[in-house]
């Protein structure tokens, strides 16, 4: 039996623990973060790109440091909740930009987030490929907000990398993102945030445009070698879609855990010219997890109807004018048409509204600005 001095020094040691536990686990998960690229954020995953020499910047806390190794990222981003926000909770956007040079629309992207009625609800990433020069710098809502970024250029698998790598930080960083929406510097959006946010957090299913027996379909699927999609991707697996989508939070989540049909797109094409890994990965990997959970169509529309180099109609300054714009918002989306939705998914009953257009030069900042808010932002505008 412990004597009345043994059982009070047995007491005080018993209440110690848990303290001495606190100052042992706050000592392994503090530290300061200098990457190359961080991003700014409260989450316990977010890095801020400080000087980890200068003894003024502030402490950050973390759980581990943001892999810059893509398998070791996109595993660390599987593990996060698929499940969307608890009820009650804020949904957000997160606004994912995949650029290899500077924002030319930052100003008017700046505009669309400031009439959002709280900056809780939304989220911004940019991948930067490294080997670029960035001038005028990233700036307002962009600044801070680049993720750990590699090259990435087209006709290869690096553009589709590159969403992936967005996907997994977004994941990471906030587990209250619900909708992942990719951008190009050529993206503008067409509608008020106060319309897109409702748009977007109130579908049940994602927007990504997914089409089946498209012109040189074959050739695409062959482009790694006549064989080299199989057994994992077989032809009529394969689908062609656009690179800009907007996914909800599981369907993120089914990209950070793939490995079997990525290894298959990530490979070297032996025809650049049929090689489009950003157009046919997503769209072929959610059609064979979730079709029935997808909206087969891009919220973001492009004019194929004029195409230079395998690029689509580029809207030059003297073009943008309010009745432009408000044509691309009455355009009707284009559908998948293989059957995968169900009757009550036909053509003949959807009509989501575009948000965002493409592609724009950067001389139509102007005129896009000059009717912000007469036009772009007014969602009254053009109706009777």
Not at 191 to 214: A, G, N, P, Q
Not at 262 to 283: A, V
């Amino acid at each position: 039996m412990l004597s009345p001095t043994s059982f009070t020094l047995f007491c005080v040691l018993l209440l110690c623990l848990p303290v001495a536990f606190i100052f042992t686990v706050q000592r392994e998960i503090t530290a300061v973060v200098s990457p190359e690229f961080g991003f700014r954020s409260l989450s316990f995953f977010s890095l801020y790109p400080r000087n980890a020499h200068d003894a003024s910047s502030p402490v950050v806390r973390f759980r581990q440091p943001i892999p810059k190794d893509d398998e070791q990222l996109l595993a660390l981003a599987s593990r996060v909740n698929p499940n969307q926000p608890s009820p009650g909770s804020i949904r957000k956007l997160a606004f994912m930009f995949l650029t290899t040079a500077p924002l030319p629309f930052a100003p008017l992207w700046e505009t669309f987030f400031n009439g959002s009625s709280s900056k809780e609800l939304y989220n911004v990433y940019v991948h930067a490929d490294p080997t670029r020069e960035y001038d005028p710098p990233f700036s307002g809502v962009f600044e801070n907000r680049v993720v750990h970024s590699k090259p990435s250029e087209r006709n290869t698998p690096t553009l589709a990398a590159a969403a992936r790598r967005l996907i997994a930080h977004a994941l990471l960083d906030d587990p209250q993102n619900y909708m992942f929406a990719l951008f190009s510097p050529s993206c503008v959006p067409i509608r008020s945030f106060d319309f897109t946010y409702e748009t977007l957090v109130t579908s049940r299913r994602s927007f990504i445009e997914i089409l089946k027996d498209e012109p040189l379909q074959f050739e695409r699927w062959a482009a790694r070698g006549p064989l080299a999609m199989l057994p994992e991707v077989r032809f009529d697996d394969f689908r062609i879609g656009s690179q800009f989508w907007v996914l909800k939070r599981r369907h993120a989540h089914v990209v950070a855990r793939d490995r079997r049909i990525w290894e298959k797109f990530n490979m070297t094409c032996l025809w650049q010219g049929s090689c489009f890994p950003e157009e046919n990965y997503f769209p072929t990997l959610l059609n064979m997890r979730d079709p029935r959970g997808c909206v087969p169509a891009t919220l973001t529309h492009v004019d194929w109807t004029v195409s230079d180099g395998g690029h689509p109609r580029m809207y030059e300054a003297e073009e943008v004018v309010p009745e432009l714009i408000l044509r691309l918002r009455n355009t009707r989306p284009r559908y998948g048409d293989d059957g995968i939705n169900g009757s009550d998914w036909s053509v003949v009953e959807r009509s989501d509204p575009f948000l965002f257009a493409r592609k724009f030069s950067p001389e139509a900042l102007g005129p896009l600005m000059g009717m912000a808010r007469t036009v772009l932002f007014n969602d009254s505008a053009g109706t009777a």
